[in-house]
């Protein structure tokens, strides 16, 4: 749908002051022009409409004439801000989780603003919780070593597809969003002590399994040291207990005291 907007007929400031002089000589048709004159301060406009007929913005900061006739709406052309309440969303694997958004919008097609929705300040608001509920449900909180975008792990391509998404729903007022950020992510507070036990678990998990591994390759370094340097030939049983009581020095927490015997398992 292409822009409606138009601009109004602009006439010099000292147009303003006429409706003042004919008052004087025709006080009845004084005051009805009295409508006439209209002042549009900076980043404002003016929408008019004649007769039920959309006549034309004015944008341009000043002084107009304009048809006593017209109605004159006033719409804000600041860029404002829209701080959503949290919400209460299950995302793609079903947790429920806590999100709100600060989206920042401007307008930019006045005579959409004006016309084609009742209030477009609620339609922005109903619009930014619609659309919050619908990008975190297309995400899960945590990707738990998987590849794939998360809300917690990827908070800024969450907030690009959020503003995508509002964009074209906000088109049809005639509104442009400039950006938009997430203020909180979080798990609702009936599933945040298990969530948290989790991400515990997992990162447990995660550290011993970076220990396991490296232990694996300095008991390689050492075997192949012993054969290779030490001169030292271990059959598979005393090469199994090498490795038990190094994976036990290696892995374990406590202080441990391991008695390593290589026995002499040459031939």
């Not at 822009?3 to 048709?29: D, M, N, Q, T, Y």
């Not at 989780?97 to 009742?118: G, N, P, Y």
Request: charged letters at 20%; glycine letters at 8%; proline letters at 5%.
């Amino acid at each position: 749908m292409g822009s409606l907007e138009k601009r109004a007929w602009h006439a010099p400031g000292i147009v303003g002051f006429l409706p003042a002089l004919i008052c004087l000589v025709f006080p009845p048709l004084g005051l009805f022009l009295f409508r006439s004159p209209v002042v549009v301060r900076p980043n404002e406009a003016i929408v008019l409409t004649r007769l039920g007929k959309y006549s034309g913005t004015l944008r341009k900061p000043g002084w107009y004439a304009v048809n006593p006739l017209a109605h004159k709406a006033r719409v804000s052309l600041k860029i404002r801000t829209n701080d959503s309440e949290y919400q209460k969303v299950n995302d793609m694997d079903g947790n429920p989780v806590e999100v709100s958004a600060m989206v920042v919008w401007q307008v930019q097609d006045t005579a959409k603003a004006v016309f084609d929705v009742l209030d477009y300040d609620d339609f922005v608001a109903l619009q930014t919780q619609a659309a919050l509920h619908h990008t975190a449900s297309r995400f899960p909180y945590d990707s738990h070593g998987k590849q794939r975008l998360s809300l917690s792990g990827d908070p800024g391509a969450v907030a690009e597809a959020l503003r995508a998404e509002l964009g074209e729903r906000l088109v049809p007022a005639g509104i442009v969003v400039t950006d938009v950020r997430l203020r909180r992510i979080a798990y609702a507070p009936e599933v945040a002590g298990n969530m948290l036990r989790r991400q515990q678990a997992d990162a447990v998990v995660g550290a011993r399994a970076k220990i396991v591994e490296g232990a694996l390759g300095m008991i390689d370094s050492a075997l192949d040291h012993l054969g290779e340097r030490g001169g030292v030939a271990l059959d598979d049983d005393h090469k199994a207990k090498l490795v038990s009581n190094l994976l036990v020095v290696l892995c374990s927490e406590q202080h441990v005291q391991p008695v390593l015997n290589t026995g002499s398992g040459a031939e």
